[in-house]
Each structure stands twice: as C-alpha cells, then as structure tokens.
C-alpha cells in the first residue's frame, strides 16, 4: 500500500468511525453521565486504534524505506560494474591506438 493511500484510509477510517459514533450516541435513550461515558470510551477506543494504524503504518513505510536502499545498493554496484568494464575496454582500445 502506498503511503498516501495510508493516509487517507487513516482519515477515512477516522472520520467514518467518530460520525458513527457520535450518531450513535446522539440517538441512543441513555442519561447525560451515560452518554459522555461512552463519548470518553469511544475516544478512547478511536485513539487506541488510530495509534495502532500509525504504528502499522511507520513500519511498513520502515521496510519500504529498507527495500529501496536494498535494492539501490544492488544496482550501484552493478552500474560500476558495468563502467569498470567499459572503462577496461577504452583502456585496451587507447593501447591499441598508441601501438599503431
């Protein structure tokens, strides 16, 4: 998943939960006291598993971090693999050109 698309499943998930719940309460026939307790529970409950997304997120973009550099450190060396060779072929074409 891409970071961005993290991002905003994260606001959708967030958004979708607090209108859900505060739906809910709106419309549910309990006491004030009642009411704000579960306004507090699902705070509680929205935060906790915001936290968890965050922490889920910051470790896949963590290893999609790790991958690239992984995968970079190969092909660097492949490249001056590749010009060491073609540097090797222009020396031996300089001494043949020297000879002549």
Known sequence: ???????KTL??????????A????????????KTRQKIKDGYKDLEKGMKTKLANAKVDLEETYEEL???MSYKTEDVITFLEKKLADLK???AKLHKN
């Open 1 to 7: 998943m891409a970071t961005s698309d993290t991002g």
């Open 11 to 20: 606001i959708a998930l967030a958004s979708g939960a607090a209108i859900g």
């Open 22 to 33: 505060v739906l809910g309460i709106l419309f549910a026939p309990d006491k004030g006291d």
């Open 69 to 71: 550099l992984s995968n």
């Open 92 to 94: 031996e074409q300089n």
